[in-house]
């Protein structure tokens, strides 16, 4: 036992990583052959003979597989966020510091290969966040907008790369040999990395919890080799103090000197650094207020302050995307409705296109099956090609000759048409769009 315990010690993030595997796959054959084992199958109990065992093997198999993906891709990820937040609070002892290293290079790793692996699995399919869509974008499903505006996505970068910079210099040079202040610009950088991480937690926080792991991480890094910096901090040797004539300046030389007084000294610092990075920035193109926009400029999210078009259904009636997706002043959007249990964009144009419907099932069932196979089957291949929101009004005028033959049959049979037309889909607030 004494053996098992040193070799864990020696090497803790391979044991975390073999533990999280046999963990989920553990867990969730015993669940599964629990299920199988107990479950009816033709009204008898699996209780003897091929049954039992074809069931047994196809627990074994699916449990230690998918068992096997969620201990890689969840118990691992939350044992290295439990790992790094107990070294945060471990003195840094020479052990302590090998491991911390050890550790926070598989974290950043892993964090960066799994964000990649998701961006690649859900980038084509019809779930998971879409980072290259804007909220103006029409989305499919369960697809959703990308949390940081595209176009101020440099200014998230540059800042993130200034934190990345200021963490390597800090945790890859012994601090007693870089000058006080080169070190108190590094945290502020430090300073300016968790803050982005900060502002992502604070967006993606809910259903998407499992993408606040990565920056929560970074932000128990950046925490962390803070505190190593003010510790292993020695001072300068005797006799290499300089004396200053100027007060201020030995003033000043006295607080970089106290390692105590890097943290606060750091907090001010970030100002003009930050400052300075939105200088740059904006010869690049981007705006002074991007690092703000990036967050607010979004749909779907914490920090969202626009409203995206409702996503784009499998079963949805491609009027919808036009309503949503088309310009205000052409398309003319009333109001929000429900329609199938998703939020729709309303215009007159799909009221009236609906109340058509509603009076062809009523006065003539027969000739309303076949039109609505056909539409089901052609309309969503037609809303899938509306992708920007000149397509979207170009698609609305081409539908104006049938929405006035509508509009024409509507009243020559209905005796209160325009009644008809405006209760179509539940009624909500009128949506602000600019």
């Not at 391979?14 to 009816?40: C, E, K, Q």
């Not at 199958?41 to 039992?52: D, K, R, V």
């Not at 002074?288 to 259904?313: C, F, H, K, Y």
């Not at 509009?407 to 009624?427: F, G, S, T, W």
């Amino acid at each position: 036992m004494k053996n098992i315990w040193n070799r864990i010690k020696r090497g803790p993030n391979l044991w975390a990583f073999i533990g999280s595997i046999i963990a989920g796959a553990g867990t969730l054959t015993a669940i599964y052959l629990f299920d199988r084992v107990t479950a009816p199958m033709s009204g008898t109990s699996l209780s003897a003979g091929p049954a039992l065992l074809a069931a047994v093997l196809e627990a074994l198999w699916t449990g230690i597989l998918g068992g096997g993906l969620a201990g890689i891709f969840l118990i691992h990820p939350l044992i290295l966020t439990l790992q790094n937040l107990f070294l945060l609070f471990r003195k840094g002892t020479a052990e302590v510091r090998r491991v911390e290293r050890r550790t926070e290079s598989v974290t950043i790793a892993l964090g960066i290969i799994y964000t990649g692996l998701y961006d690649w699995i859900f980038s084509g399919s019809t779930s998971g966040i879409q980072f290259r869509s804007d909220w103006q974008e029409i989305l499919h499903n369960g697809q959703m907008h990308t949390p940081i505006w595209t176009q101020s996505a440099l200014t998230i970068a540059v800042i993130s790369c200034v934190g990345v910079l200021g963490y390597l210099m800090l945790s890859k040079r012994d601090i007693n040999r870089l000058p006080p202040l080169l070190t108190v610009l590094g945290i502020s950088a430090i300073y300016l990395g968790i803050g982005m991480c900060v502002l992502w937690i604070v967006q993606v926080m809910g259903e998407e919890w499992l993408f606040c792991l990565f920056p929560f991480n970074c932000v128990l890094i950046g925490v962390k080799t803070v505190r190593r910096a003010v510790e292993e901090w020695q001072g300068p040797e005797e006799g290499r103090i300089r004396e200053w004539n100027k007060p201020y300046l030995k003033w000043l030389n006295d607080v970089l000197l106290d390692a105590s007084h890097w943290p606060v000294a750091a907090l001010i610092l970030m100002l003009p650094l930050l400052g300075i990075l939105i200088g740059i920035l904006a010869l690049l193109g981007q705006q002074p207020d991007s690092v703000i926009r990036a967050w607010t400029e979004t749909g779907d999210w914490r920090l969202s302050q626009q409203i995206p078009p409702p996503n784009v259904m499998f079963d949805e009636h491609y009027l919808c995307t036009v309503a949503a997706q088309g310009h205000p002043e052409v398309v003319k959007p009333l109001r929000t409705g429900v329609r199938n249990g998703h939020r729709v964009v309303v215009n007159r144009q799909l009221c009236v296109a609906n109340a058509f419907e509603q009076i062809l099932e009523e006065r003539a069932a027969w000739l309303h099956g076949p039109i609505r196979r056909f539409y089901d089957r052609y309309g969503f291949p037609v809303a899938r090609l509306i992708r920007s929101s000149q397509a979207a009004d170009l698609v609305y005028y081409m539908m104006k000759p049938l929405e006035w033959l509508f509009l024409a049959v509507l009243y020559l049979v209905d005796e209160k048409p325009e009644n008809r037309i405006a209760v179509q889909y539940p009624h909500a607030p009128v949506p602000k769009w600019r």
